[in-house]
């Protein structure tokens, strides 16, 4: 059964970076994107970024574009959001997901980790 693990969060301050990692006991045949999503206090679950397992090609919603890239490590299995730029706004639970399809990642079908806290903050 597939297993995310989710890591690196923390508290940084405003303009700083953070790398956070998402390891994943294997990249099945059957889940073709590995993706981010993060939930702040009060609000929904919403999109970050997603790169599909086999070839690498990647998506992004448009408030991270250019500053969260995500990329991936086959040999770790291991995908990851290097996050640049933070703003206070970027404070939430990050959480990596699973998905047999890129088109429907982050809805029911998703395997889900634990979450990763990241605050930035003065």
């Known amino acids: 059964q597939l297993q995310l693990v989710e890591s690196g969060g923390g508290l940084v301050q405003p303009g700083g970076s953070l790398t956070l990692s998402c390891a994943v006991s294997e990249f099945p045949l059957d889940y073709e994107a590995i993706g981010w999503f993060r939930q702040a206090p009060g609000n929904e679950r919403e999109g970050v970024a997603c790169i599909r397992t086999t070839d690498g090609r990647t998506w992004y919603e448009d408030p991270v574009k250019g500053r969260f890239p995500i990329s991936r490590d086959v040999a770790k299995n291991t995908v990851y959001l290097q996050m640049n730029q933070l703003d206070p706004e970027d404070t939430a639970v990050y959480y990596c997901?699973?998905?047999?399809?890129?088109?429907?990642?982050?809805?029911?079908?998703?395997?889900w980790g634990q979450g990763t806290q990241v605050t930035v903050s003065s």
């Open positions: 997901a699973a998905d047999p399809s890129v088109a429907t990642i982050g809805g029911p079908s998703s395997s």
